[in-house]
């Protein structure tokens, strides 16, 4: 009969936390959006980012639409391969464009209502997760970022 190693126990215990499962990540309602806009975006600002240019069709497609994260943004995953995403906000009020600072491998999870936005959406990782017999790779993370208005930047929660 094979021995249970404590290590494996402790493995568990983290995968389970970065997963989400027991309840440690964050809740969108402790990080509430400060403003709301029941506008459509109506234009992008071209000059905003230097990346916003180059995918110019995808955020094209988003005029017309509702803010869907931190109360004015709206948000684009633009994949650009295998399990590679990148994401995009785009502010509904003057059609800035803003860059997440990281590559999302299963998406991202967010709200109207809030300024948390979790990089990989936790219910996928944990779906691609059980798939695996519940061996978590190492680079499957989930993490959580807060947009902060003042800096026009998304900050990752520590």
């Not at 404590?6 to 964050?26: E, I, K, R, W």
């Not at 995953?77 to 295998?82: F, P």
């Not at 800035?96 to 990281?102: E, I, N, R, S, T």
């Amino acid at each position: 009969m094979r021995s249970f190693h404590p290590t494996y126990f402790l493995h568990f215990l983290f995968c389970v936390g970065c997963l989400g499962v027991s309840g440690a990540l964050p809740d969108f309602t402790k990080f509430p959006a400060q403003t709301y806009s029941a506008k459509k975006l109506e234009k992008i600002d071209w000059e905003s980012h230097p990346k916003a240019r180059t995918y110019r069709t995808r955020l094209k497609e988003l005029i017309g639409t509702n803010a869907d994260f931190a109360g004015h943004y709206k948000v684009l995953e633009v994949g650009g391969g295998t399990m590679a995403s990148q994401i995009f906000l785009v502010d509904v009020e003057n059609g800035k464009v803003y860059l997440a600072p990281f590559v999302a491998c299963l998406g991202v999870k967010y709200a109207l209502s809030s300024r948390l936005l979790f990089e990989n959406d936790p219910d996928a990782v944990q779906d691609y997760v059980r798939g695996l017999e519940g061996k978590r790779p190492d680079w499957l993370q989930v993490r959580a970022w807060i947009w902060k208005e003042r800096t026009e930047k998304l900050e990752l929660l520590p």
